[in-house]
T-cell receptor, first 113, second 113 residues
């Protein structure tokens, strides 16, 4: 079974721009979660989508948004980029039923200049 | 509220020596506990998990962890480390009924030759 894939792996943007990151979950997984990882703040939960609906949301500003498609693929969008948005963005998928295990993708490294 | 504390930000250890990475959690309800590993420039990989049953959990790459309910700990151990174990290790606990993961700050395992 293929693992979680994320595209692109690396991105460089400038302040004020917007960016869209993509995540394809493991086949059969209906839940996709997004995390931001930085050296200062560690791993922080952004949001979780299950069957095209946002199920949980972390404490991030509205500039961070996401969506999930009927095939469970998910996208995350960040608008009006700030320098502090530079981070590794990780996507994780799971079946979404009960306390099952999250499986992570390799991440997208976003650098904001 | 649940929280996870990884007491050591870095643990240096000589190759072939044993290692213990400490994790304590706070929770008033039953928990599911996880250890993930992150190799440089990669996503997170599940090492092992405790859901129920035996308190000694064996994982991949020779790692094991012991769930201690009275001490609210879930320490990770390996009897003999290898240079390839150089990575950052994250402890996580399920949060409430929506099964979000609460993460520790991570411990960097540094293997000295």
């Amino acid at each position: 079974k293929a693992g979680v894939t994320q595209t692109p792996r690396y991105l460089i943007k400038t302040r004020g721009q917007q960016v869209t990151l993509s995540c394809s979950p493991i086949s059969g997984h209906r839940s996709v979660s997004w995390y931001q990882q930085t050296p200062g703040q560690g791993l922080q939960f952004l949001f979780e989508y299950f069957s095209e609906t946002q199920r949980n949301k972390g404490n991030f500003p509205g500039r961070f948004s996401g969506r999930q498609f009927s095939n469970s693929r998910s996208e995350m969008n960040v608008s009006t980029l700030e320098l502090g948005d530079s981070a590794l963005y990780l996507c994780a998928s799971r079946t979404g039923l009960g306390r099952d295990t999250q499986y992570f993708g390799p991440g997208t490294r976003l650098t904001v200049l | 509220a649940q929280s996870v504390t990884q007491l050591d930000s870095q643990v240096p250890v000589f190759e072939e020596a044993p290692v213990e990475l400490r994790c304590n959690y706070s929770s008033s309800v039953s928990v599911y506990l996880f250890w993930y590993v992150q190799y440089p420039n990669q996503g997170l990989q599940l090492l092992l998990k405790y859901l129920s049953g035996s308190t000694l959990v064996k994982g991949i790459n020779g790692f094991e962890a012991e769930f201690n309910k009275s001490q609210t700990s879930f320490h990770l151990r390996k009897p003999s480390v290898h240079i390839s174990d150089t990575a950052e290790y994250f402890c996580a606990v399920n949060k409430g009924s929506n099964y979000q993961l609460i993460w520790g700050a991570g411990t960097k395992l540094i293997i000295k030759p």
